[in-house]
C-alpha cells in the first residue's frame, strides 16, 4: 500500500469520529461480503448509519460491490485492502489504546475537579 492510500486508510478509520465504526464494518467485511441491512443487524448499529459510512468508504476505494449498484447488493473489501488488512488492525488497536488514554485522563481531571 503506498504512502498516500495508508494516509488516507488512517484519516478514515482514526482520523473521523464514524472511524471506530467503519474499522467495525471492515472487520465484518473481512470474513464475507454483506449488504448494508446485514451489516446493521450483525453489527448492533441503525442501517443509515451503516449506508453512510458504505457510501464513504465506497468513495474512496475501501470497499466495492461487485454486481454493482443492485438492491440489497453485496459489499466486499478492495482487494488491495484486502491484501493489506493489517494496516485495518493497525489503526484499531491503536485507537482503541488512545480512547482508552483520553477517557482514563478526562476521568482523572474529573476527580481532581470534585477532590
Do not use: C, K
Not at 438492491?71 to 488488512?85: T, W
Not at 482508552?100 to 481531571?109: S, V
Amino acid at each position: 500500500m503506498d504512502t498516500s492510500r495508508r494516509s488516507l486508510v488512517w484519516y478514515l478509520l482514526a482520523g473521523t469520529r464514524g472511524g471506530p465504526n467503519r474499522i467495525r464494518i471492515l472487520e465484518e467485511l473481512q470474513s464475507d461480503p454483506h449488504n448494508a441491512n446485514q451489516l446493521a443487524e450483525a453489527l448492533g448499529i441503525d442501517y443509515r448509519t451503516i449506508r453512510h459510512h458504505l457510501r464513504l468508504l465506497e468513495q474512496n476505494g475501501l470497499v466495492r460491490r461487485p454486481v454493482g449498484d443492485a438492491y440489497a447488493s453485496p459489499y466486499e473489501l478492495a482487494p488491495d485492502l484486502r491484501a493489506e488488512f493489517e494496516v485495518v488492525l493497525e489503526v484499531g488497536r491503536r485507537g482503541r489504546l488512545a480512547r482508552r488514554r483520553t477517557a482514563a485522563g478526562a476521568g482523572f481531571r474529573a476527580g481532581q475537579v470534585r477532590g
